[in-house]
């Protein structure tokens, strides 16, 4: 039996743009299984990918023994390809035909750029992911086309990134006024569920007949089809910014200390706009510290967002017309 060991991410976002890849790879070996190698908050994205063998979740031990693990699991095959996006020692550890492994520096480009360029390719595929029939029915039962959909993420995985709630209240309200780009669209909260806390202040600022509270309440691959369905997203540098993006929805990425040049939404339906400071003023400053910084988006203001959104809304509905 032909098989595939793809080794990617920790992180969800970062996954997600490796998507692309892996489709590639899909495609090119028709008659293999595949093994995925990821982190744990990843492993979901991958449950449904076509003739898959098995999804190898890394939980992270000390002295790297994740790596020795995986190398145990994975040895004593024959690889028809390995392609190990992480750069690790287990792909040289293993018999296969075709090795593909990501060097330290990627080079310029954005991430999906640098990936496709470890497998050769010039023309960067983007971002895909698989779903089962569960996943659509259980996204049709959530989200109706009746009546449009804001989609927002006000979370990130560090605080420095997290543009401050209230302004994510103000930015809802002008969308979905009645000269705003979604007049009376309901709208959904995105997130997982240790970030609820954190987004209390903008569910507050929607009213209940127009909220829909999707923070920790449905699955990645759910939570994907679900933002297929609605109308445009908002949020941070983020997991389920890329989510959106991936999903094909305009996706508006929100960027301060964190490279808009290698990770902003991937795709001609995505668009990002960022803090007055630069990504090296924000993370110079004395005392900066990212486990423990509070927001460095203040310098992003309601006004540029809504200009950004409007400016995006209407570039997609000229190339829909």
């Given amino acids: 039996m032909k098989r595939v060991l793809f080794i990617t991410s920790t992180r969800i976002g970062d996954a997600i743009l490796s998507t692309g890849i892996l489709s590639w790879l899909i495609d090119r070996y028709p008659e293999a299984r595949f093994t995925i190698a990821c982190g744990p908050a ?8 076509p003739r898959l063998e098995r999804v190898i979740a890394l939980e992270k031990q000390s002295w790297s023994r994740h790596w020795f693990r995986l190398w145990l699991q994975c040895a004593p095959h024959v690889w028809s390809a390995v392609v190990d996006l992480r750069g690790s020692a287990v792909s ?3 018999i296969c035909a075709n090795r593909f492994v990501k060097r ?15 497998v050769g390719l010039s023309d960067p595929p983007p971002p895909r992911l698989w779903t089962a029939p ?3 029915q259980e996204a049709e039962r959530i989200i109706s086309r009746a009546t449009p959909v804001l989609a927002v993420g006000p979370a990130a995985n560090w605080r420095g990134k997290e543009w401050p709630t209230h302004r994510f209240g103000e930015l809802v309200a002008r969308l979905t006024a009645p000269n705003g780009i979604l007049p009376g669209a309901r709208v959904a909260l995105f997130g997982s569920a240790s970030e609820r806390r954190r987004a209390e202040e903008v569910r507050h600022a929607i009213h209940p007949d127009r909220f829909i509270d999707l923070m920790g309440r449905v699955d990645l691959l759910t939570a994907y089809l679900c933002l297929r369905r609605c109308a445009f997203y908002i949020g941070n540098d983020s997991g389920t910014m890329h989510l959106a993006a991936a999903a094909g929805t305009p996706t508006l990425g929100l960027f301060g200390p964190s490279r808009d040049e290698l990770y902003r939404p991937w795709g001609p339906h995505c668009a990002v706009v960022r803090t007055t400071e630069s990504f090296e003023e924000l993370t110079s400053r004395p005392g900066y510290d990212h486990r423990t910084t509070g ?12 200009a950004a959104a409007a400016k995006l809304w209407r570039r997609c509905q000229e190339k829909a017309a």
């Fill in 42 to 49: 990843a492993a979901p994205l991958f449950s449904a990918v």
């Fill in 92 to 94: 040289y550890g293993v």
């Fill in 104 to 118: 330290s520096n990627g080079g310029d480009g954005h991430v999906v750029e640098q990936l496709a360029r470890v």
């Fill in 134 to 136: 569960e996943h659509w």
């Fill in 295 to 306: 927001t460095l988006m203040g310098g992003l203001s309601v006004d540029a967002v809504v």
